[in-house]
C-alpha cells in the first residue's frame, strides 16, 4: 500500500463525495490498510472527520485508531456502549457537521442490532446517513465483510448490509497493494482504485 498524496486523496475521495460508500472486504489484512489510508486521504484534505468504531466493543481496532485519528485536524472516535446498545445512540451522527463519516464495520454495528426492532433503526439510520451525505455534500464511509449471510439474505429477497449504502465498493489484495472496484465510472480508470 503506497502513502497518498494530496492528489491521490482527492481522486479517491471525489466519486464518493455525497454518497453512503460500502467498502466491501474480504480479509482483515485490507481492512487495516484500507482505514489507514482513509485516515491518511482525511488528513492530507484537511477534512473534519469521525470515526465511530463499532469494532472498538472488541477491541480490535481502538489503538490503531486513536494513533491516526490524531493526524486529522478536528478528528474524532466515537466508541458503542458495551452494554445495553441503542440505534437511537448514534442519532448525533445525522446532525453532525463533520465532513467525514467511517463506520467501521457494519458486521459489528449489525451484531449489536441484533434484535428485529434495532435491525429495521440501523437501517433507517443508514438512511438518513445516506440522505445527509447528499444533502451536504460529505462523506460516508462504511466497511462490511462478505459473510454467508449476507448471501443466503439476497437469496431470500432479505436486505442485506451491502445494500444499506449507495455505492458498493469491492476489494481484493493482489500482491502487495489494494485494489479498490466498483461500477461507477469517470474519477477512477475503469472504475477502479490501486491503493
Known sequence: MSIPTKDQAGRFLAPLRGN????????THAKVNISRFM?????LQSIDTTILDADAFYSTNMERFAEEAQSIPNGEVLLLPEQDFEVSSLMPLLSS?????????LNSL???ASDTRKSQQLTILMNLLSHNARMNGSW????????????????????????????LIDTGAHGGSIKLKSSFKGHWTNGEFSL
Open 97 to 105: 457537521k463533520r465532513q467525514l463519516l467511517i463506520v467501521d464495520d
Open 140 to 167: 460516508a464511509i462504511a466497511t462490511a465483510y462478505r459473510t454467508e449471510l449476507d448471501q443466503k439474505q439476497r437469496g431470500m429477497n432479505q436486505r442485506s448490509l451491502t445494500a444499506l449504502g449507495d455505492l
Open 20 to 27: 453512503l460508500s460500502i467498502l466491501l472486504l474480504h480479509e
Open 39 to 43: 485516515l491518511r486521504c482525511a488528513s
Open 110 to 112: 449489525y451484531s449489536l
